[in-house]
């Protein structure tokens, strides 16, 4: 899945939970969370994977569940000591739709799904990427590029945005 619909993934249910219960948009603070806790996985290992050569899938250390759950339970329990369970529980949730997005084939092919063993790594061995570089798994052209950027931008622009005028309201537009 590709970075803006994991984004999607999560951003969605959350903007229209927030719009019918709350009547107003999600906080900058919830989408800057939902941006870094969807694209983390692949911010991990991607690089590890396709520029460094330490792992042999990008979908292998941040994306098994083995690892990620054990880091996402002290991620929550930190936040709920610091009065924050909310958005601990919500990073935490935001994290593991990215594994779902990445996974999801596993409901239709069961364990034949090539990178099945990659969500349970280091307890099965992973299977290595079939085109481990960023350039194999780039837009089709520089338009397709230029529409999930700005997309994306707008995105974390407005959660920057909203954070900042949140904690100085009177500074200027």
Not at 57 to 79: C, D, E, I, K, N
Not at 111 to 122: I, R, V
């Amino acid at each position: 899945m590709l970075p803006l619909g994991h984004l999607a993934v999560a951003l969605l249910p959350v903007t229209l939970y927030t719009l019918v219960r709350k009547r107003r948009l999600p906080t900058g603070t919830v989408v800057v969370l939902l941006v870094l806790a969807t694209q983390l996985p692949d911010l991990i290992d991607k690089p590890l994977a396709w520029t460094f050569h330490v792992l042999p899938s990008g979908r292998m250390f941040a994306h098994s569940l083995v690892v990620s759950l054990p880091v996402l339970a002290g991620v929550t329990v930190l936040a709920h000591r610091r009065g924050e369970g909310r958005l601990g529980l919500l990073f935490s949730a935001a994290y593991l739709s990215h594994l779902a997005g990445d996974f999801y084939p596993i409901l239709f092919r069961g364990t034949d799904y090539y990178f099945f063993p990659n969500l349970f790594w280091p307890l099965l061995a992973a299977n290595p990427d079939r085109a481990p570089s960023f350039a194999a798994h780039g837009p089709e052209s520089a338009l397709s590029l230029f529409v999930w950027v700005a997309a994306f931008g707008c995105v974390t622009c407005y959660g920057i945005v909203s954070m900042y005028r949140r904690r100085h309201p009177a500074a200027p537009v």
